[in-house]
């Protein structure tokens, strides 16, 4: 595939197939993910993978935890709001996501269900976490935030879809107890992996990008 088409491929699946990952394909989307840039190549990033059991005790135990009205307890900050431009775009998606699933604003019930089935990973039969190293700067987050996009578009690569979610790392507990992360490492994200549903109207669903002459800014060109 093209560059520009894995680019313009790579979306948010919210909806997978059951269908099997083997450990192969994976190996070879994190081998590609591994080229990613970091400050003074410390790659500070590491990867745990669920399959099998694993995964699905992880994506029962996020949709309990999430339904019983836990807070979430995340070991890396996340936003608890937005502000401007930024939150528009934030309230734009929801919405958006909303329309195309047919889910009312006001129906508590099928919000509820939509709340479960996104702590679920949408059933991506392989979940990925992403840790850091406990201690380090923020700036961290950017080695790792490199590292995730590139593994994204790596698994666009190989006809495979992602979701990177804040909500698969909302109970890191629920994690540690099913994946051998060390104390010392801390949970950044978890991105479900897995063969999108092609035919499931969600997954046609792309989400808006800013014009050029908005975010960029020319200096000193003649």
Known sequence: MEFSQTI????SCRSFLDTPVDTATIESVVEMAQRSPSWGNTQPWRIWVAGGAA?????????????SGNPPIPEIPMPLTFKGELKSRYADIGKSVLAVLGIDRNDEQMRNAHRANNANAFGAPVLLYVTVPEGQTPYVLLDAGAFINALCLAAADQGLGTCIQATLAHYPDIVRQNLPIPAEERIVVGIGLGYA????????????????????????FY
């Open 8 to 11: 313009a491929s790579r979306h």
């Open 55 to 67: 995964a699905i005790a992880i994506r029962q135990g996020l949709v309990d935890r999430a339904l």
């Open 197 to 220: 549903d092609t035919a499931c109207q969600i997954n046609r669903l792309r989400s808006i990008r800013e014009p050029l002459e908005k975010i960029l800014t020319f200096t000193g």
